[in-house]
Structure formats: structure tokens, C-alpha cells
């Protein structure tokens, strides 16, 4: 059965790939990818699937452009390419057309929604965007484009991603929403209940503390990270009266490393060349208590580098944006080993993001 699937399989992309010889469908909707980007955020920017949700039925077309204090031409284009990518229902009444959300749009485009990925998207619209645009560029200069995209020095990335607080609290939303919806799965990858007391490195908007101090409640979850990523957090993102989520302020490349059972480097290593990551482990491995360990949070490639897509396109993303990339499970391993962990365990997920963890 297994080779007739897979036959099957073959020989569906070999009628795929003489169609797209005899038309190429494929490559145009490949060239056609960054206009349904902007169609999602031009929707969530300007609150679509917001009204929507907040109304107990579907509203006309012009209800929409009033409410949303648009031309009615250009809605009527906006709603009606939303709903060719299935984001939108349409009801075409008497009166003319009705709209309303999907399942889809309802539990991820609404920002009510727990599971919203409204602030990704924006983050994306605003920020990932413009980088982009200077692909071309970072592929022949080998660096990132924060100087070209926002006018800041390249040599900081962080001081680019941070460049206003309105920034920060855009690019930790945008983490919090990715981590509304993997968090749980690379948390739960491993039990991680033994380690009660964990630093979670770069922890940010702190969804992963939040998810760890959930699913192990004798854990405490220390959030290190830069001061005014601190205060940030605190202000906007973490209630005090979650006695069991902590900060420490300070720079982990620079600064000591306070003594743990367990380190989680959620996102982090994919933003650093090789040297810089063995430099971050090393530190990490001597200051974890015998027994611990490092749980490392990042998207994994193939080992040949074939795929996922997701993975090789986030690995640009960190050439635009960043100093690093994203590697296969070998290469993090090697991380590790360099770094002194000797047991190293890999969980894939399913989802955008797996988990690694090195004891020491």
C-alpha cells in the first residue's frame, strides 16, 4: 500500500510539473505570494476581521467601507480577495453582497482571539517587509539590511530590532502570538518537570515562562534579557502577581550567567554566527548545575537542506535581519557538543518550531 501512495505521489508531481511546462500555474502563484501577504495585512490593518467579529451578522459592503472609513471601491476589492483565500465568507443577497468571517480568520486574524496572529502580521507588514525589499542586496553583501531598511547601524541587530519602544512591543507581540500557538508543543517536547528552577534566556513578552510555570507548577521561570526589554515586559505583557515568572536584567553575551537547573533558548542561536552561539553555550554549560541542561526552541532543517520551505525562507529572514541562520539537527548539536553537553535529545513537533535538549 505504502509504494502505491507513494507512486501515486510520483506520479501526481510529474503531472504537476508537465502542466507547468505546458503553463507555468505554479511560478505564478510563487510570483503572486507577495500580494496575498499584503491583502492579509492591508485586512487586519485596517480592522476588517475585527468588525466582523464584533457584529452578530454579516454586514454589506458598505457598512464595512463606513465603519472602516474607506472608498467603496477599494473594499469591495479588499473583501472580495479574502474571500478567494477563503479568510472571508460571502452571501450575495438582494441588497448585494454580505461578508463575514471564516473559522480561520475568526480564531487567528481577530486580535480578541487567543490564538491571534494579528501582531505577527503587523510585525511582518511593518518591519520583515522592508527588510526584504533589500534581498538582492544582502545576498551579495552577505550581511543584514537594517542600515538600507531603517536607517540604523548594522552592527547591532538588536539595537535595529529595538529601535523604538513602539518597536519592541511590536516584535514581542508578534513573538507572543507565534508562541499562542507552538508554545505548548516545545514546552511539552520533553518533561521537563525535574528543573525547577529555569532561566529562559531572551524570554521577552515571557509566553514560554508563562507556559512553563503552567505546565510544571513547581517550576519558577527567570526571564533574562536586556533592561529595557525588562521594563517593557513588565509594563505591558506580565502580571506581578505571578509570583513564579522573575526578571534579570542584563546582557547574556556580557554579563554573568546566574546558576539554574535548566536554560531555554527559545529563538535565540538562529540569530548568531557558529562562534558567537559555542561563546553563548559555553557560558550557559558552566554555570547550569550538574544534572541540568539547555532546551534549545528553533525551526529545524532537513539534514540535506531540501525543506521545510518555512526553514529555508526563515533562514533569509535571519540573513536580512540578523547575523545568523537557521541550521539541521546536526548542526545544533555540534553547538551543543562544542560547548561541553554531552546527552542530546531531538523532538520535532509538527509545527513551525521543535526543541533540543543538551545535559550537562
Not at 88 to 116: C, D, H, M, Q, R
Not at 177 to 182: E, M
Request: hydrophobic letters at 40%.
Amino acid at each position: 500500500m505504502k509504494k502505491e501512495r507513494g507512486f501515486l505521489s510520483e506520479q501526481s508531481r510529474n503531472m504537476s510539473l508537465a502542466e507547468d511546462l505546458e503553463y507555468p500555474h505554479t511560478l505564478i502563484q510563487y510570483q503572486n505570494g507577495f500580494l496575498i501577504s499584503k491583502v492579509i495585512f492591508a485586512a487586519c490593518e485596517l480592522g476588517v476581521f475585527d468588525l466582523l467579529s464584533k457584529s452578530e451578522e454579516t454586514l454589506s459592503l458598505r457598512t464595512i467601507a463606513e465603519e472602516l472609513g474607506t472608498s467603496l471601491q477599494g473594499m469591495e476589492r479588499l473583501l472580495d480577495a479574502c474571500v478567494g483565500l477563503k479568510i472571508l465568507a460571502v452571501e450575495v443577497k438582494k441588497e448585494g453582497a454580505f461578508y463575514g468571517n471564516t473559522k480561520i480568520s475568526s480564531l487567528y486574524l481577530t486580535k480578541s482571539s487567543p490564538k491571534s496572529q494579528y501582531h505577527n502580521l503587523m510585525y511582518y507588514s511593518k518591519t520583515i517587509y522592508l527588510c526584504w525589499h533589500y534581498l538582492t542586496d544582502a545576498v551579495r553583501e552577505g550581511k543584514n539590511q537594517s542600515e538600507r531598511a531603517f536607517g540604523v547601524s548594522s552592527h547591532d541587530i538588536f539595537e535595529a530590532l529595538y529601535r523604538s519602544e513602539e518597536e519592541m512591543i511590536k516584535f514581542m507581540s508578534g513573538l507572543n502570538a507565534i508562541w499562542s500557538i507552538c508554545g505548548k508543543d516545545v514546552i511539552a517536547a520533553f518533561d521537563l518537570a525535574p528543573f525547577t528552577m529555569i532561566y529562559d534566556l531572551g524570554g521577552g513578552a515571557g509566553a514560554l515562562a508563562q507556559e512553563c510555570v503552567s505546565l510544571y507548577p513547581n517550576c519558577t521561570v527567570t526571564i533574562f534579557d536586556l533592561p529595557k526589554v525588562v521594563q517593557t515586559a513588565k509594563k505591558h505583557f506580565v502580571s506581578s502577581e505571578d509570583s513564579r515568572i522573575n526578571f534579570h536584567e542584563g546582557d547574556f553575551f556580557k554579563d554573568p550567567i546566574p546558576e539554574a537547573d535548566l536554560y531555554i533558548l527559545a529563538r535565540i542561536l538562529h540569530d548568531w554566527a557558529d562562534e558567537k552561539c559555542v561563546q553563548l553555550l559555553t557560558k550557559v554549560q558552566k554555570a547550569c548545575k550538574t544534572g541540568g541542561g539547555v532546551l534549545l526552541v528553533e525551526t529545524l532543517l532537513n539534514e540535506d537542506k531540501s525543506g521545510p520551505l518555512e526553514s529555508q525562507l526563515y533562514s533569509i529572514n535571519m540573513l536580512v535581519q540578523t547575523e545568523g541562520k537557521e541550521r539541521t539537527s546536526t548542526e545544533y548539536s555540534m553547538l551543543l557538543a562544542a560547548a561541553g553537553f554531552k546527552k542530546i535529545e531531538i523532538k520535532k513537533t509538527g509545527k513551525l518550531y521543535d526543541a533540543i535538549l543538551g545535559r550537562k
